[in-house]
C-alpha cells in the first residue's frame, strides 16, 4: 500500500497531466468564498476534473457538500503526515484546504468528451406536439399561436376550442401541482383584461396532476388533460417491450 507521500506525488503528476481523479478518502475541509464553512472529518469523495473543477461529495446524496469552479488552482502540502489540498480561485476570491489523513482509493484519467447533451421531452417539446397535434388536447381545439408574451411569463399554448372560446395550454413535463394552476389562473385573468373578454378557458397538459392542485383547478373552471410527453412514452415502451420478452 502507498504511503501519503507516495499519493501526493501520483496527485501532483496527474494534475500536471489535466487528468481528472477520483480519491475516496478521509478528510476535513475549510472553505472560504460564498460563505465560510467548516466540515469535521469524515469520509468523502473528491473529484477534481481536467478544467481544475473541484467537487466535495458525501457517502450520501447527488449534491456536492462543497464546490470549487474551473479555473481553480490546487497546490499540495505535506504537514504531520497528511496531505493537505490547497486550492484557490483568485477571480472569485475563494479558498478551500482538503485536510486528507487517509486515502482509500485513488485513481486519474485523462477523459475526453466532446458531446453535448440533448435533451427532449421537455415542456417547450410538448407544446410543440400539442400545436402540431392539437387533438391530444381536445377535438376541435385550433391552435393559434406559442409563447404568447404576458405580463407573467409565456403562454405554452393559445387556441381557440370547438365554440371558438380563447383556450390557454400550460404544459407541465411532470405532475402538476397547485402553482401551476395559480400561473394558469395569472395567464387567463391576464387575457381577459389585455383583450377585453369575459370568458377564457385554462386547460393544464401535463402526464398527471396532484389531488389536491385538480380540486383547486375543477373549483376554478378550468380542465385537466393527460398528456405524455414527447420521447417519454417511447422510452417507456421500450422498457415494456424488454419486459414482454421474458413472459
Known amino acids: ?3 501519503i ?4 506525488t501520483l496527485l501532483q503528476d496527474a494534475l500536471k497531466r489535466n487528468e481528472t481523479v477520483i480519491i475516496t478518502c478521509k478528510c476535513s475541509v475549510k472553505y472560504s468564498g460564498r460563505a465560510e464553512s467548516k466540515l469535521a472529518e469524515g469520509d468523502r469523495i473528491v473529484l477534481i476534473k481536467a478544467d481544475n473543477t473541484l467537487l466535495v461529495h458525501q457517502p450520501k446524496g447527488n449534491a456536492p457538500v462543497n464546490y470549487m469552479k474551473a479555473q481553480t488552482s490546487h497546490d499540495l502540502v505535506l504537514e504531520d503526515g497528511k496531505i493537505i489540498l490547497k486550492a484557490k480561485n483568485q477571480l472569485l476570491k475563494e479558498s ?3 485536510k486528507i489523513n487517509r486515502i482509500y482509493f485513488f485513481n486519474s484519467y485523462k477523459l475526453e468528451d466532446s458531446q453535448n447533451i440533448l435533451v427532449t421531452g421537455t415542456e417547450a417539446d410538448m407544446a410543440n406536439m400539442l400545436y402540431e397535434q392539437p387533438e391530444k388536447i381536445e377535438k376541435g381545439f385550433k391552435p393559434v399561436s406559442q409563447e404568447e408574451q404576458t405580463k407573467y411569463g409565456f403562454i405554452d399554448v393559445l387556441g381557440v376550442d370547438s365554440n371558438g372560446v380563447l383556450t390557454v395550454v400550460e404544459c407541465k413535463r411532470y405532475s ?7 400561473q394558469l389562473r395569472r395567464y387567463v385573468e391576464k387575457l381577459m383584461v389585455s ?3 369575459s ?6 397538459a401535463a402526464p398527471k396532476i396532484t389531488p389536491n392542485a385538480l380540486k383547486m383547478l375543477e373549483d376554478w373552471g378550468y380542465s385537466f388533460v393527460s398528456v405524455i ?3 417519454y412514452m417511447e422510452e417507456a415502451s421500450k422498457k415494456q417491450s424488454k419486459l414482454d420478452y421474458f413472459k
Open 1 to 3: 500500500m502507498w504511503d
Open 5 to 8: 507521500t507516495e499519493y501526493r
Open 96 to 98: 478551500m484546504d482538503i
Open 176 to 182: 402538476a401541482d397547485l402553482s401551476a394552476v395559480t
Open 195 to 197: 383583450k377585453g373578454i
Open 199 to 204: 370568458k377564457v378557458r385554462g386547460i393544464i
Open 229 to 231: 410527453p414527447p420521447k
